[in-house]
């Protein structure tokens, strides 16, 4: 097994990567050339200079813990790493089912490497996941490549929010996920909107509970419908179009999808405000929310990491309880 080769090589002092920010941590700016803040420059060497020669000796995890979070939805597959609660580094991967556990393990391994992390360095490992086939081989993949037991996320276990669907179990882990990191970040009531293979969109209480939501096709496999039922439309790239009108048969077909679906967000936003009142937010995430979230006046923040960020807290939650 990968992880148990490197069983011995766990016990020997080593450097702490997320040592060599400890400075920061107090204040202290980087180095820039050219500096006249010679006191400033010299405390910050120093203070690096001991945190980077006290992480040598000082055991895996001692300045800071890692966690690896992992979002498994349909179309992709998005990772993170926290150092503490700051997001060190992210990846968005193509979600495949046909995949091992060898070939996920050594992906994320290259991934690691590539973000000059240490896969021992990582403390806890939490999942929301909406492929269930996918399951066992990302829980085979963090025992093997990681040596750690997998958390994942259940609607009606350790969230910490209550749920107010009248089936919980039939929620996706993603947008109990979402709901949580929303609610921590901009208090409610407030809708999220994430942009995946299909737009959800969740409502979150006053008093911090999950409420339910609305389904609707993404932007993406309505996209794909259109192209496949109409054999002389050209397959186009989604973008904003300069205007509503297009010139071309390209830019009536992007201007159809892009303000088309601008019209469909907003009107379902316009709906859930009525129903809940006045919002504090309505936030976008996913692959395509900086996109279509841009285009609507109605969406007040765009979060492409919330779904990490809610895995983060869930797992905190969970792990302190």
């Not at 813990?65 to 990772?79: A, C, E, Q, R």
């Not at 025992?143 to 259940?154: A, C, I, L, S």
């Not at 993406?220 to 989604?238: H, K, Y």
């Not at 976008?284 to 279509?292: E, M, N, Q, V």
Request: proline share 6%; with cysteine; hydrophobic share 45%.
């Amino acid at each position: 097994m990968p992880f148990e080769r490197e069983a011995a090589a766990n016990s020997r002092p080593r450097p702490v990567l997320c040592a060599l920010s400890y400075g920061a941590t107090l204040g202290c700016p980087p180095v820039y050339a050219g500096s006249n803040d010679a006191p400033r420059r010299r405390w910050w060497l120093a203070t690096t200079a001991f945190s980077c020669a006290a992480a040598a000796f000082a055991p895996r995890g001692w300045f800071c813990s890692m966690l690896l979070v992992i979002d498994v939805g349909n179309t992709n597959t998005t990772l993170g790493v926290y150092a503490g609660s700051n997001l060190v580094a992210h990846w968005r991967l193509t979600t495949e089912r046909e995949r091992t556990v060898d070939e996920y393990g050594i992906l994320c391994r290259n991934l690691f490497t590539f973000s000059q992390l240490d896969p021992r360095d990582i403390e806890g490992i939490a999942i929301a996941s909406v492929v269930p086939p996918l399951n066992f081989t990302f829980f085979r993949m963090a025992q093997t490549y990681f040596g750690r037991e997998p958390f994942f996320v259940k609607p009606t276990e350790n969230v910490g929010m209550p749920i107010r669907y009248d089936a919980p179990q039939d929620v996706g882990a993603d947008r109990i996920v979402n709901a949580v990191a929303a609610y921590a970040r901009y208090g409610g009531p407030c809708v999220v909107v994430d942009f995946g293979t299909a737009t959800t969109f969740d409502a979150i209480s006053e008093d911090g509970a999950y409420l339910g939501g609305v389904i609707a096709p993404g932007i993406v496999i309505s996209a794909e419908a259109l192209f496949q039922r109409a054999a002389r439309l050209p397959r186009v790239s989604i973008a904003h179009p300069a205007q509503v009108v297009g010139r071309s048969t390209i830019g009536s077909i992007q201007s159809g999808l892009y303000f088309g679906y601008i019209g469909l967000v907003e009107g379902i936003l316009q709906r859930m405000q009525s129903e809940m009142g006045n919002l504090q937010a309505v936030i976008a995430t996913g692959g395509l929310s900086r996109l279509i979230g841009k285009g609507s006046p109605l969406i007040t923040e765009i979060d492409e990491n919330l779904t990490l960020e809610g895995l983060r807290l869930i797992y905190q939650r969970a792990t302190q309880a």
